[in-house]
């Protein structure tokens, strides 16, 4: 259900703060930090509290200023939505990385590291982005082309060349 009470004018403020504090934090790929994610618009995931706060993963650095957040959530959607979700269990808690709703972010958001995760965890991530995003249904799929399209054989190729170097530097 789309929450229809937005407060933009509080985000806004939030926004302006952190945006100002300019604080930087070292972060690392696959780290799990509480980052100001925001109020957003329609479907798309928003922050919680005060500060529009919600647990991120750390799935891609691009620089000190950048990176590629996965946003987690502890409500179970696997029934609704098995391939946007993939679960694991964090301190003891369960929680769903919403890898539907991945983003680029800037570096300013992050507040505080709560951890990092474990090698099958980072395994399970990587194979639920595998099975959502290079999946046989295709749009070229959909509209009846037969066969796999050539971009989605070069996907195929390039993650499994990444998943090779993936396994040769963390294992």
Same mark, same amino acid.
């Given at each position: 259900?789309?929450?229809?009470?937005?407060?933009?004018?509080?985000?806004?403020?939030?926004?302006?703060?952190?945006?100002?504090?300019?604080?930087?934090?070292?972060?690392?790929?696959?780290?799990?930090?509480?980052?100001?994610?925001?109020?957003?618009?329609?479907?798309?995931?928003?922050?919680?509290?005060?500060?529009?706060?919600?647990?991120?993963?750390?799935?891609?650095? @691009?620089?000190?200023? /950048?990176?590629?957040?996965?946003?987690?959530?502890?409500?179970?959607? &696997? $029934?609704? %939505?098995?391939?946007? !979700?993939?679960? @694991?269990?964090?301190? /003891?808690?369960?929680?769903?990385?919403?890898?539907?709703?991945?983003? &680029? $972010?800037? %570096?300013?958001?992050? !507040?505080?590291?709560?951890?990092?995760?474990?090698?099958?965890?980072?395994?399970?991530?990587?194979?639920?982005?595998?099975?959502?995003?290079?999946?046989?249904?295709?749009?070229?799929?959909?509209?009846?082309?037969?066969?796999?399209?050539?971009?989605?054989?070069?996907?195929?190729?390039?993650?499994?060349?990444?998943?090779?170097?993936?396994?040769?530097?963390?294992?």
């Amino acid at each position: 259900m789309e929450k229809l009470d937005r407060n933009y004018k509080w985000w806004f403020g939030v926004k302006s703060d952190v945006q100002r504090r300019k604080t930087l934090h070292d972060f690392k790929e696959w780290q799990i930090w509480w980052c100001a994610i925001g109020e957003n618009v329609g479907v798309e995931i928003n922050g919680k509290g005060a500060k529009f706060e919600r647990p991120i993963i750390i799935h891609k650095k @691009f620089s000190k200023l /950048g990176l590629m957040a996965i946003p987690l959530t502890t409500k179970d959607h &696997t $029934i609704e %939505a098995p391939d946007w !979700y993939v679960h @694991f269990r964090f301190k /003891g808690r369960d929680e769903y990385a919403a890898i539907h709703q991945v983003e &680029t $972010i800037s %570096a300013y958001r992050l !507040y505080r590291r709560m951890g990092s995760l474990d090698d099958s965890d980072i395994q399970r991530i990587i194979d639920g982005f595998e099975k959502l995003y290079f999946q046989k249904n295709t749009p070229s799929a959909k509209k009846g082309v037969t066969g796999k399209s050539r971009i989605y054989l070069h996907c195929i190729k390039f993650l499994r060349k990444i998943k090779r170097c993936f396994r040769e530097l963390h294992f």
